[in-house]
């Protein structure tokens, strides 16, 4: 395990009340690589994913021990501040959750948020983000529509234009492809690689190719435990533990 | 024979409705034949906007009843809506879940109490503070606005938190997991998702503030009851508070008379064409709230199709 991971997590249990959702999970994960968490349903990856941003804070009953660091801060130390922290680390939903604004106000949504409202600060960084997110084509006419009459894999690219405002290093996926058709996946895909270059992506993905396809680093994950995580081609191809053998073989269950 | 039963109960429920709604139209067709003539003959215009309301010289202008009723009503929106809407947020965004599932249940049964006690606590309480403190009357437009502001808070937070509530959980993860604070999310992207349904809950207040409750559920409904001659129920607070002086207001610290406090005060006793001019008022009642429910189905049907 390299001594300069982006993300570590150390023995990392999360309790939703009295169910322990989590099981002292040690992982890392590297700076621009993109790392996935695979596992059956319910074993808990949308759960770490989203130890990352704190969202699981939100839930009432909600325990979490263990340290998760970013840059090697515990960002569940006191007086770590949530909204800062979820400014660095981004999120894309399972389904494209655009706000029912404009196109241009969804982008510039976070930094509004952060207090940048005039518009010459905001108009270079809206095409920045719509470019950056390969979307700019596509609505640079419709800046002013609703966000909500694009169609479903601009609307997920739209989500990602909007984190790329706010300039996070880290991008968390909770199965980003789930609602788009194999085409729209494809070009989701592709702009992950693209990504990957400046940013540090967690993908929560249920489906096997496309972790093989784009992750530099799984990790297999069953029940709240941490089952293994390495190489993906290592992991794929030559997996060491007996039940992530079952589970890509599809033996589970 | 199950089939044969349920034919039979479809078959009563029809008529029903149809007897229901059928008298409902018939009183609705009654109000505008005894209240229309006035109004022609006069001059829709010289009904709707001279000053002069004295039955027994034959002057029946209703406008400073038209503007007293504006008064109060607007009177009402500025201090029912912002707190309504505040409330509403509260409830939803700001405190756990089951606040809301005790809370939101026991303010709609703040709708429940009668209009009187109201009424009572205007006259008692309300109206001498503003009496000693602001001068005037203390029975006025202010004293009325305030009354009638608190009582449309059920109405305007009841539906509001409704609207809150259906704004998917998706908009609020979304806006803060881009860092944004809850009050943040809340003003940002959940009260513009919202945004109809609060309108609507404003529009339908406003109905109810300037008829009453009934009225705001359904404009007929509210005819039957201003048709009677008893439109005590809901008015009854304004009629308490607001004074009784048929003169155009000048300041919200006079006193004034709505429209459905003149048609109650004055129902039992008129005839003739006093009568008639009472319907009249009826009628223009009736076309105000048929407008304001237009305005609140529509904006409510807006947010059904938009999601
Ligand atoms: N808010 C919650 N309250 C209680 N239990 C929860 C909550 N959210 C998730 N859980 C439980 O925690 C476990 C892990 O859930 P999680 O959503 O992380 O699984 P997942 O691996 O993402 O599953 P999926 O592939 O179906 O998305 C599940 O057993 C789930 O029932
Ligand atoms: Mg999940």
Redesign the pocket.
């Known amino acids: 395990m390299s001594l300069d991971a982006k993300i570590r997590f150390e023995l990392v249990s999360l309790f939703?009340?009295a169910?322990e959702?989590l099981k002292q999970v040690n992982m890392t994960m590297a700076e621009r690589q993109i790392t996935a968490l695979i596992?059956?349903?319910?074993?808990?990856?949308?759960?770490?994913?989203?130890t990352l941003n704190r969202m699981n804070d939100l839930?009432p009953?909600?325990r979490i021990t263990g340290l998760v660091r970013v840059d090697g801060r515990n960002i569940y130390a006191p007086g770590t501040d949530v909204t800062t922290l979820r400014k660095r680390i981004g999120m894309v939903f399972?389904r494209p959750n655009p706000f029912p604004l404009s196109v241009r106000d969804n982008v510039s949504f976070g930094l509004r948020v952060a207090g940048l409202t005039s518009r010459a600060d905001v108009e270079p960084i809206l095409e920045r983000s719509l470019r950056a997110a390969w979307l700019w084509d596509q609505v640079k006419d419709r800046l002013d529509q609703s966000a909500l009459d694009l169609p479903l894999d601009q609307q997920q690219r739209l989500c990602i234009a909007r984190l790329l405002a706010v300039e996070p290093d880290i991008i968390l996926m909770?199965?980003p492809c789930s609602a788009l058709d194999p085409i729209a996946t494809g070009k989701v895909e592709d702009l992950m690689l693209e990504l990957k270059k400046q940013y540090t992506i967690v993908i929560?993905t249920?489906n096997m190719q496309q972790a093989a396809r784009i992750s530099d680093v799984t990790g297999y994950?069953l029940l709240?435990d941490m089952i293994e995580s390495g190489a993906t081609a290592a992991l794929f191809t030559n997996p060491q533990d007996r039940r992530t053998q079952d589970y890509l073989s599809g033996r589970y269950g | 024979m199950k089939a044969r039963g349920e034919k039979i109960a479809q078959r009563i429920l029809l008529v029903i409705a149809l007897s229901a709604i059928s008298s409902l139209i018939l009183i609705a067709l009654f109000i505008f034949k005894e209240g229309t003539p006035v109004m022609l003959r006069m001059g829709l215009r010289k009904f709707l906007f001279s000053r002069e309301w004295d039955p027994q010289a034959g002057l029946f202008g209703i406008y400073p009843m038209i503007a007293a009723s504006l008064w109060v009503t607007l009177g009402a929106m500025l201090i029912g809506a912002p707190l309504g809407i505040a409330g509403a947020i509260f409830l939803n965004e700001f405190v756990p879940k089951t606040v809301l599932r005790i809370v939101k249940p026991a303010i709609e049964l703040l709708a429940g109490i009668p209009s009187v006690v109201y009424g009572f606590i205007g006259v008692m309480v309300l109206a001498p503070l503003i009496r000693d403190h602001l001068g005037g009357p203390g029975l006025s437009i202010l004293a009325a606005a305030i009354i009638l502001g608190v009582m449309i808070l059920p109405t305007v937070i009841s539906i509001s938190t409704d609207a809150i509530g259906a704004v998917p959980n998706s908009y609020r993860e979304g806006a803060l997991a881009l860092g944004a604070t809850r009050w943040q999310a809340v003003h940002m992207v959940i009260l513009k998702a919202a945004r109809s349904g609060i309108m609507a809950s404003i529009i339908l207040a406003m109905g109810r503030a300037i008829g009453d409750l009934k009225a705001a559920r359904s404009g007929i409904m509210a005819s039957i009851i201003l048709a009677m001659g008893r439109a005590i129920g809901e008015t009854m607070a304004v009629i308490m508070v607001a004074g009784n002086t048929v003169k155009l207001p000048h300041s919200v610290l006079d006193s004034a008379r709505t429209l459905t406090a003149t048609i109650a005060f004055e129902m039992a006793s008129a005839t003739g064409r006093h009568r008639e001019a009472l319907f009249a008022i009826g009628v223009v009642l009736f076309v105000i709230i048929m407008i304001l429910n237009t305005c609140a189905t529509v904006s409510l049907r807006g947010r059904t199709t938009r999601s």
Request: net charge neutral; proline share 4%; aromatic share 8%.
């Open positions: 939703y009340g169910f959702a596992g059956p349903s319910g074993c808990g990856k949308s759960t770490l994913l989203r839930i009953g909600v399972q909770d199965e929560v249920h994950m709240g």
